[in-house]
């Protein structure tokens, strides 16, 4: 079958040949694959009002039930000088040509629409994946500030890093932090603000308060100034888990090897002063002294006596140098130290200065 001879059979200019070619057809072919593809090409040259049919699979369906009420209509037979064989033909073509439209053009359209609905729902489930991401890190030698996209500022201890997006959206806002940072949150209670630490995360709506997760650390501190913040663990299949409500002056150890958390009240700033460029020891042990010294001054500080492990100090840093420090220690403890030179590893690259603590007249 062709197109040329269909056209001949809508406009009843058929042979008794042809015409029983068609009519077979009809029966037989019209509603295999290339029959529905054949009355579809045929359906788009046929000439609309304006002249001008455009292919556009939305209106394609207006347009099929405009012609079948124009091909029953009185008027179409007026202006097309058609008698009622041909009236009749074109009915039994488009007839037809609508079963094969219901079960061509149908299917396009549902997929279409179903395309459409599976990109929105996907663009608005990954919203948070798509979108830019900021990362500042805060360098072994300096604090520094953040102000992020909702007006919160965050300062970042030595050494630390945070992730935010570049815009917040959806109904929370979410960072992520590995280190140590003072958050100023703005208050917004339709957003939450979620601060991410891999183990925990604290959710808040406005407040200041100090997280400190390094990594390498087997805990994670929070200490509440203000406001309110809620302490939640998430479980692999993405529940979340809440633990703990802290209240101004709080502060909450959660152990990563136990998920234990424990509780005490603070009553002095050493926990967040390091934002003001304070180094701040009350009554501390020897051990967490040197891990804060460590971070500080990027050095590498080993005690070699264990002995030293039962001394504690109370003492505050503000503008020293690490052999000011040093000195400060040794003066007031059975201490003595030596500081290694840098090495250098590679052009412009350098190891860390290291520092050995040794107990001073130890008795034999």
């Known amino acids: 079958m062709n197109k040329e001879l269909l056209i001949k059979y809508c406009n009843n200019c058929c042979t008794e040949v042809e015409l029983k070619t ?24 046929l000439p609309d009002e304006e002249g001008n049919l455009q292919i556009n699979f939305d209106i394609i369906l207006n347009k099929i039930h405009h012609k079948v009420n124009l091909a029953q209509s009185k008027k179409l037979l007026e202006e097309a000088n058609q008698n009622l064989i041909k009236y009749k033909r074109r009915k039994h073509f488009m007839n037809v040509f609508m079963r094969a439209a219901a079960i061509v053009i149908l299917p396009l359209l549902i997929f279409g629409m179903y395309m459409t609905y599976k990109y929105e729902s996907t663009r608005h489930g990954q919203i948070f994946v ?186 505050t840093f503000v503008h020293e140098t690490l052999p000011q420090v040093m000195e400060l220690i040794a003066l007031v403890s059975p201490v003595s130290y030596s500081i290694s030179d840098r090495k250098e590893i590679s052009p412009g690259t350098f190891s860390k200065r290291k520092i050995i603590l040794s107990y001073r007249n130890k008795p034999i």
């Open 22 to 45: 068609v009519l077979a057809w009809f029966e037989e072919s019209s509603k295999t694959a290339d029959g529905k593809v054949l009355l579809f090409k045929i359906w788009e040259e």
């Open 130 to 315: 798509n979108q830019a991401y900021n990362e500042v890190f805060s360098s072994v030698d300096a604090i520094t500030k953040v102000t992020l996209p909702d007006g919160s500022n965050v300062w970042l201890n030595h050494s630390s890093t945070l992730k935010y997006p570049a815009m917040f959206r959806g109904n929370i806002r979410s960072v992520e932090l590995h280190g140590e940072g003072y958050f100023e949150v703005n208050h917004n209670s339709k957003m939450p603000f979620i601060v991410k630490t891999g183990e925990l995360q604290i959710k808040v709506l406005g407040t200041t308060f100090n997280i400190m997760a390094y990594p390498e650390e087997d805990r994670i501190e929070t200490s509440l100034i203000n406001g309110c913040v809620e302490l939640q663990r998430m479980e692999p299949n993405g529940k979340v888990i809440p633990l703990l409500k802290m209240k101004p002056t709080d502060l909450a150890i959660f152990q990563k090897s136990n998920n234990e958390i424990s509780t005490r009240t603070i009553d002095d700033d050493r926990y967040f002063s390091w934002k003001e460029g304070k180094l701040v020891f009350d009554k501390e042990p020897i051990g967490e002294v040197v891990k804060k010294l460590s971070r500080w001054f990027n050095v590498d500080i080993k005690i070699k006596d264990p002995e030293l492990l039962e001394l504690t100090y109370t003492a």
